[in-house]
Structures are given as structure tokens and as C-alpha cells.
């Protein structure tokens, strides 16, 4: 666990509520595709015209077509005019044609139906699957596909939720993700608080409002994270994730094991006791000590001596940390 910033380590036994992304998050963050749609496409080009769409993208769905086309020696078109579409896919032209690739919000936009695919749709989120749609645009817009993604959730993670919400914190998972795969991500890991569909910008919105409620901290891996985490109380990153977003946070979990964030907190709280503790040692030797000098009844050899123990409590207190912190760390684990 890397705290880059102390206040971040004072305030953490203070949450109550705590945000989660999905992606690379509560999950590995190594999806594969497992399931594909057929529209007006077989699956040769469906899988073709995605990974055109895909190429040079870092993002962990796009590693899943372009090796799903690399496992199938499919060869990718050329790739022209691409454009992100925030919080909802990718756009571009592959051989003259005008495609966009992504979520359920595409099909809205061009004022398409699922179709025959709905029912598949609804079976394939109710299992946690992330979907993409792949759509041909242009004055009659056809839907040609759609992908199906499933990601192994991370070891730990339903641990972890369940150890902070004996601690009384509301957990959350926020997420551009379809409805079906966010609740059943959340349903597994016994997540109070599923919100579904949220764009980049409205993350960061949804934690301010969050913090009208109490102290809140967000955990993210991404670059469309790092607005959310600056905007949280406490900012936690994966340390395996986009470094904007190890910039932007408080706090660091290194090897992205989610107990950290039960190890954070413990190590707040008793870090807060131990300041807490100095405060009442240091004030004590004042206490006793300024009355009997203010009276010269004190010898200044007396005051250096007691000066001297107020600091030597404190520190030798303070040392008392490490030994009590790896302690509760070790029954977490």
C-alpha cells in the first residue's frame, strides 16, 4: 500500500461510503469474449470489422477482439477517422464504411431495435457479461452484431466488501456498464449500492453527491476514473492501471489486492488512536509542568528533564504503531 499523502491516512478510518469502478477494479481486468450475436453479419466479418475498429485501442475489451481475431488469423482492414465516443464505444470508417462499436446507448442513438438478439442480450447480462453492439451507420443504419465479454472477478473482492461493511461502510459500484452485468457483478460480491450506465463525466458528479452523505472513497483503475478520484475524500488506484488515474489518487494498492483497502483502514484508525494518544501524553507533562514553572518552582534543569520525557513518550508511542498495524494486518490475511 503506497500513501502519497498523510492527510489521506488520517482521514480513511473516517469513510462511509466507498465507490468502486469494474473494470481492472473488482475484476482481473482480462476479458475475453464468450459469447457472439449474429445480425445482418456472419461471424468472420463481425469479428473482422470489430477488430478494424479496435486497433491500437489499450482498452482491456479490445485486447479481448484483437486476440479473439489473432487466435482466428483473421486480417484487419485499415482504420480510418476513428474517434472515442465518451462513455458509450468507438467510431470509424473500415473500407468506406461508417461503424460504431460499444454499448446499449449506440443503439438508442441510431433508433435501432435488438431484435432477434434482445433475448440473448438480457441471458447474457443476467450472467454478468459486458455487451458491445456493433453498428453499421449511414442513412439506413443496420445493427450487424453483438459481442458478449465475461472477466474473472478478482480473489478477495467479495472478502474485502464484506469486511468493510462490518466496519459500517456503504459500498458502491459505479459503472458504464449495462444494468444486467452491474447488478449481477454487484448481487456476487454483496455490493449495496449498483449504478449503472454512468458516463465518464457523471462518476465524478455521483461521488460529489455521495459526499453530501459522508467521507467517500473512490477505487479506480482507469483514465476515465481520475476525475472521480480527485473528487472523492480519498482516491485509491490499482497499481496495474493507467497512470493518470496512480496520479490522481491518494492512495496506492500496489499489487491491486482489494484487502488493502481493509489494511488502509485499520492502519488509519490506529494511527488516528496514536495521534490522539500523543496529544493526551503531550499535553499532560504541559499540564502538570507550566503551573509549578509559572510559580518558580521549577528547576530548569527539571523542565529540560521533562521536556525531554514528553517527547521520548511520544515518540517511543508512536513505534508502537508498526508493531500493532502488522498485527491486524496479519489477521486479514
Known amino acids: 500500500i503506497l500513501i502519497k499523502d498523510a492527510e489521506a491516512l488520517e482521514v480513511a478510518h473516517a469513510v462511509q461510503h466507498i465507490a468502486f469502478d469494474k473494470t481492472g477494479t473488482l475484476t482481473e481486468g482480462k476479458p475475453r469474449i464468450v459469447h457472439i450475436g449474429l445480425g445482418e453479419s456472419n461471424e468472420a466479418e463481425l469479428l473482422r470489422l470489430a477488430g478494424s475498429l479496435q486497433q491500437g485501442s489499450e482498452h482491456p475489451l479490445a485486447k479481448a477482439v484483437l486476440q479473439r481475431c489473432a487466435e ?8 480510418s477517422d476513428s474517434r472515442a465516443l465518451a462513455g458509450r464505444g468507438i467510431a470509424g470508417s473500415v473500407e468506406g464504411r461508417s461503424l460504431q462499436l460499444g454499448s446499449s446507448r449506440l443503439l438508442e442513438e441510431n433508433q435501432l431495435q435488438a431484435g432477434a438478439l434482445a433475448e440473448s442480450a438480457r441471458t447474457w447480462e443476467a450472467e454478468g457479461r459486458t455487451l458491445s453492439w456493433l453498428i453499421e451507420t449511414g442513412n439506413i443504419p443496420r445493427l450487424l452484431g453483438l459481442l458478449a465479454f465475461g ?25 458504464g456498464d449495462n444494468p444486467g452485468s452491474v447488478a449481477a457483478v454487484a448481487s456476487v460480491l454483496g455490493i449495496d449500492e449498483p449504478h449503472a450506465q454512468v458516463l465518464p463525466a457523471d ?36 497499481g496495474s492501471g493507467a497512470d493518470v488515474a496512480m496520479e490522481a489518487a491518494d492512495v496506492i494498492l500496489i499489487g491491486g489486492r482489494l484487502m488493502g483497502l481493509v489494511e488502509a483502514a485499520q492502519l488509519s484508525r490506529l494511527t488516528f488512536r496514536k495521534i490522539v494518544e500523543n496529544l493526551i501524553w503531550a499535553s499532560a507533562y504541559n499540564v ?19 521536556m525531554t520525557a514528553s517527547s521520548l513518550s511520544v515518540i517511543v508511542n508512536s513505534l508502537q504503531l508498526k508493531r500493532a498495524s502488522l498485527s491486524a494486518i496479519h489477521k486479514t490475511q
Open 203 to 238: 462518476k465524478a458528479r455521483l461521488v460529489g453527491e455521495l459526499r453530501q452523505h459522508g467521507t467517500v472513497a473512490m477505487v479506480g483503475d482507469g483514465i476515465n476514473d481520475a476525475p472521480a478520484l480527485k473528487q472523492a475524500n480519498i482516491g485509491i488506484a490499482i
Open 72 to 79: 482466428q488469423h483473421i486480417t484487419l482492414p485499415a482504420l
Open 151 to 175: 472477466d474473472q472477478l478478482k480473489d478477495g473482492a467479495a472478502e474485502a466488501i464484506a469486511e468493510l461493511r462490518e466496519q459500517g461502510i456503504i459500498s458502491h459500484l459505479i459503472s
Open 288 to 306: 502538570a509542568a507550566i503551573p509549578i514553572a509559572a510559580a518558580g518552582l521549577l528547576h530548569p534543569m527539571i523542565g529540560v528533564i521533562a
